[in-house]
């Protein structure tokens, strides 16, 4: 598959995914988005796969969706071809763990993009924001509803309202990522990280996302009962055997990922 705007390497059952349009800050164009659904797609069926980290440049991760390719669009226009939801939408189902590494401006949709994944880790140049505000319109791919459940109402508002950024010191302070760490290390600790979780049972770490990720949709005791029904489900998998069986018999376990 010929990638125009993305770099995609494997490192063992981790795919490492770069945003590549550096002249334009990693801007989010129609064509990017489409090549990353794609992308995306494919890893998903990729068996060999289980886990990726999402990354950019080493000074921005992306600026945003591409404001020149979109600001003589219509109204009509963009609300009856569902402008680009498809493709944005693709990440945020992904059903594989996903790390986000962010140096330097993740911004708009390039936060967006970052807020789709199940960790962020960021590097001490990482620059959150939601500057939408400062060219006429809104957060467009979940950014307003994503930031308030990870950071909360007081922040999301501060971000969405004065289009300011955030620093990675702060992000860390409120949550927004898991870890922060040097520009220098950022690329090996979220590889670390993604391929510590690769080595896990494949349909475990799956469940265990969607477990997470159901908290964001539903009540507190719906949240536990698809929880206990998913704990329940793991009792199914070969993988939970071995992983318990070698516990006991004190040794490593050998998952299969099935
Ligand atoms: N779009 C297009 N081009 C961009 C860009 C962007 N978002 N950001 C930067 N560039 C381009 C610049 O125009 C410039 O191009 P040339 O002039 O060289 O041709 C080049 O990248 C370098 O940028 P700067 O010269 O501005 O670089 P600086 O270091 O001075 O400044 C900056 C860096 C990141 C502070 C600045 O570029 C900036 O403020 N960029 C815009 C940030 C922004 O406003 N982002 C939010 C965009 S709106 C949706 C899905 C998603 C969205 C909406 C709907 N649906 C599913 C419906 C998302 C919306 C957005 O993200």
Known sequence: ?????????????????????????????????????????????????????????????????????????????????????????????????????VAGYALGGGCELALMCDMIIAGESARFGQPEIKIGTIPGAGGSQRLARSIGKAKTMDLVLTGRTMDAEEAERCGLVSRRVSDATLLDEALQAASRIAGYSGPVTMMAKEAVNHAFETSLSEGVRVERRLFHSTFAIDDQKEGMAAFAEKRAPQFMHR
């Open 1 to 101: 598959m010929k990638l125009d705007y993305l770099q995609l390497e494997q490192f063992g059952a981790v795919a490492l995914l770069r945003l590549s349009r550096p002249e334009a800050l990693n801007a989010l164009c129609v064509e990017l988005m489409e090549e990353l659904a794609g992308v995306l797609e494919r890893l998903e069926q990729d068996r060999s796969v289980r886990a990726l980290v999402l990354t950019g440049g080493d000074t921005v991760f992306a600026a945003g969706a591409d404001i020149k390719a979109m600001r003589d669009r219509s109204y009509m226009d963009v609300y009856t071809s569902d402008f680009v939801t498809v493709n944005w939408e693709r990440l945020a189902s992904f059903r594989k763990p996903s790390i986000a590494a």
